[in-house]
Structure formats: structure tokens, C-alpha cells
């Protein structure tokens, strides 16, 4: 143990001066009584960056017992430190700012607390500092990590960062949600606004347009350039999403004694429901087409809709992974992520056990587990599903054959579907593909995710039941799949009503449907 660390004293000091003015210091002969000046106390510390000598002094002391307790303090809170340099000189920086403020010598515990967690000593960290370390410490999977970061990036650090954790308030962090909900309004003004000037700088008639008009419409043309690009607006959902974060972060430093309080638990933020998945009905095309805008962020296709994708992907490399998705709820990372190993076609029971998927870290494809335990298991395949995984291989083991007859190389990665080289499909990529198959069907806008959404349609229009698409899509809870599939059940339930009364033929037609028609 360092002796520069361990060098202490206790002194005693008076204010008694000679017949010049001088202070008579260790001279005076009164300091012998104890009852005379103040008792005082003398530490070294740990040199600072540059070598410099530092020494802890203060005064003040009624008794000797008094000034004993906190030099014995101090040199326990200087033993934390063992042989570390970087925690001397930590300690050291912590107590030569206790000496300068004459501030309340933190305990042994305190200090030891956060020694420990890598936090700041003097109590002053900032939100920022805490979610750096915090984030630091995380081993959740690489996607649930990267939203973390990106609610940290955008949202929190800008806010919050700046903040004292331990003066953190409600009042602060429902500030923030207030900023975020008044710029996604903004946002959504933008636009909308964008969206109407696109459509005055768009000619929609057939041939060239007049020259009056070529100039009106070159006009709008500029004024759309100098518009603000459409951004993504931050909804309800993702601000809960956003506070979950916070509140996971305070907790841990809750966990950790370095503060009390967490703000983000009494944040009143409005309801933030599952969106609901609905039919791309007729209406809705419709006014999706005159106005283009969503009814819903999930949104599934009929099985008509999802028929006519079908066809025009069939003669597409990836056509058998649309097909797998769209009948059997895989997901995007599971279906580019699944091994033939592990795709069992010839088994009395035709399934694929999902084992694995690829999701992406940024850009970059990495491999991992399934989302939750509920998600890894097995899928059951019908016949025609197997009939396509079947055609599949065979083109797959084709397209090999052919690039090593040419010398092109050819990587062998086990996946059921791959790049053209035989290396791992890009996730984004598949998600590229997608939409341009389903622009050029002329179809309305859904994402990947939602072909996902509408084998629990398929579900229904099978005969089936919320229970059965629970099992169908993996869920871990029966709400979850209720929350997100029962209003479209329950429109799958109104088109399969009018259809069971369509089935009875009648020689009389009902009085309504007469009256409706004779006026």
C-alpha cells in the first residue's frame, strides 16, 4: 500500500499572534491546554496527472475524537483504491473536490458503490454518462440493442443527456415526450403538405402536356424541390417503446443505489395500442389510391390480393420464400436464416424446425436464435408448400451447377435460400424484392412484416380460430395475437357470413334484396 497514501496527521491550530501581528502557530504556549485553538487535520493524496503533490487539509474540529473519525475515513476511502492508479487517482480527484467545497466527506459504502459501476464519484453524472455505461453492460439480442441505441441517438441524449441523473424529473422527461409529439406533428404537416405538391407537379393525364401547363408544372416542380424530404414520424407506440427504455435504464441504476427515483415510471403518455390489422378492402383501395394514405400501419392483403402477388412472383429466384411466408408466418430473418438440415420433406409430417434466423446489425447480416423461446419450434407444411420447396431445391442446385461449370465460385451455406453465389440473402434485400413485385402487380402497399400478418387471415378463411393463429405465428401469448388480428377477424367473419348465405339457393328472393333492386 502507497505510504504517500497512508501519511496523515492530526494537528492543532490557534489564531493567537505575537506583538508584530504574526500568528504564533506551533510557538503559541497556550496550545499545550486542550481547551485552547481548533484541532485540525493533514492527508496526502495520490499526485494528480501531472505529478503535483496534493495534500487534504481542514480545520474546525471541536475534539480530537472528531478530526480521528474523518482521517480514519478518509484513509479508508483511499484504500478502495488498492494499487489501481487510474482509482487513486479517482479517489484523489473526488476528495481534493470535498476539500475545496468543504463539502460532507462521502461514506466508505458510497463510495465503494460506485468505484464499482465505473460511475463518476462526485455524484455528477449526467443521464448521457449513465446510458453510455449502461448500454455498455447490455447483453440482449443485436436488434433489441440496436433500438436501444437508436432511442438513445435520437431521442434521449438530446433531451436528457445533459441532465443530472440524480436531479432527473418527471417534469423533465414529460417535456421531452411533449418536444417529440409536437415535431411529429410538424413532421406529419410536411408531409402532407408534400404529398399534395407532388400531386400539383404530376401530370395525370394521358399524352404530353400543353406548354401553359409544362410551365405550371415546372413551377410546382421547384417549389416541391425546396420542400423537406418525407422523415418518419415518431408515433405513440415508438414513444412508449422509448419511455420502456428510459425506465430499463433507471431501474438498472436504481439496482445499482445511485439514485431513488425513477421519472420515467410516472410519465402520463396517451394509450399506446397494438395498430390493428385490417383488409385491404375495395373502399380502402380506393380511397388509398385518391388520397395516398394507409388505414393502418398493418395492413394484410385479401386472398385474392395476396393470389395476385403470388402469380407474378412465381417466376422469381425467391418466389418459394414469399410462398413460405405467406402460407406459414415466418418471419423475414427466420425465412432467410432457415437450413435445409433442418427442412424435413420427406417426413411423414412435413414441417421446418426454425432453429435460427438472420437479422441485421446496421448493415451488416449476422445469425442468431429465434426472437423468443415460443418462436423456435416447428412449422407444418401443407403439400403445395412442399411442392414449391421442392422446385426450389432443384433450381438452387441448378444455379450451382451452372456457376462452377463456368468457374464462378459457389459457397456452400446450408441456407434453403441464398444470393446468387450461394452466401447468406441479404434481409433488406428480400424486403426490396418484395415491394417491387408487389408495384409491379399493381397491388396496394403492404410491407414484408405484413405477409407475416396475413397467414393469420389464411387462418380464418380456413375455418380456423384466434387460438389457431396463436399457433400458427409462434406467439408467446394468446393477447398478442388477439390484440393485433381479432378486428381483422372479425372482417374475415362479416365476408364469410355473407358467403355462407350466398351458398342456400332460393327460388324467391328475399324482400329487401327485391325492393333494393326494383328502385
Known sequence: ???????????????????????????????????????????????????????????????????????????????????????????????????????????????????????????????????????????????????????????????????????????????????????????????????????????????????AVREQLAAERERLAEMPPYRRVTGQATRHAIRR???????????????????????ELGPGARPKGLLWTDERVARWRATGERPSPVMVWTPEQLGAFLDEAEGHRLYALFHLIAHHGLRRGEGVGADWANVHLDAAQPRIDVLTEIVVDGWTPIETAPKTDSSMGSVMLDRGTVAVLREHRERQLAERDERQAHGLGWTDTGKVFTAPDGSWLHPDLVSKEFRRIAERAGLPPINLRDLRHGAAALVKAGGGDIHDAKTKLRHSTIALTSDTYMELFTEYEQDLTERAAAVVPRARRPREVASQQED
Open 1 to 211: 500500500m502507497p505510504s504517500a497514501r497512508r501519511a496523515g496527521s492530526i494537528y492543532r491550530r490557534c489564531e493567537c499572534r505575537d506583538e508584530d501581528g504574526k500568528l504564533l502557530g506551533q510557538k503559541c504556549p497556550q496550545l499545550k491546554k486542550r481547551t485552547h485553538g481548533s484541532v485540525g487535520i493533514r492527508q496526502e493524496l495520490p499526485p494528480d496527472e501531472t505529478g503535483k503533490r496534493r495534500t487534504w487539509r481542514r480545520t474546525g474540529y471541536a475534539t480530537v475524537g472528531e478530526a480521528q473519525g474523518d482521517l480514519s475515513r478518509l484513509q479508508a476511502i483511499l484504500d478502495l483504491a488498492g494499487d489501481d492508479d487510474a482509482d487513486q487517482r479517482r479517489i484523489a480527484d473526488l476528495l481534493a473536490d470535498v476539500a475545496r467545497t468543504r463539502s460532507q466527506i462521502p461514506t466508505v459504502a458510497d463510495v465503494q458503490r460506485k468505484l464499482g459501476v465505473g460511475v463518476p464519484l462526485d455524484g455528477k453524472m449526467t443521464v448521457g454518462q449513465w446510458l453510455d455505461i449502461w448500454m455498455a453492460r447490455k447483453k440482449t439480442r443485436v436488434t433489441t440493442t440496436a433500438g436501444y441505441r437508436s432511442h438513445i441517438r435520437v431521442h434521449l441524449r438530446p433531451h436528457l443527456g445533459h441532465l443530472r441523473l440524480d436531479r432527473l424529473t418527471v417534469g423533465h422527461v414529460q417535456a421531452m415526450f411533449d418536444a417529440i409529439a409536437d415535431q411529429a406533428d410538424v413532421i406529419r404537416a410536411e408531409n402532407t403538405a408534400r404529398r399534395e405538391q407532388e400531386a400539383r407537379a404530376t401530370w395525370g393525364r394521358p399524352g404530353r402536356p400543353p406548354a
Open 245 to 267: 427504455t428510459l425506465r430499463a435504464a433507471l431501474n438498472r441504476a436504481i439496482g445499482e443505489q445511485i439514485i431513488t427515483f425513477n421519472a420515467a415510471a410516472h410519465v
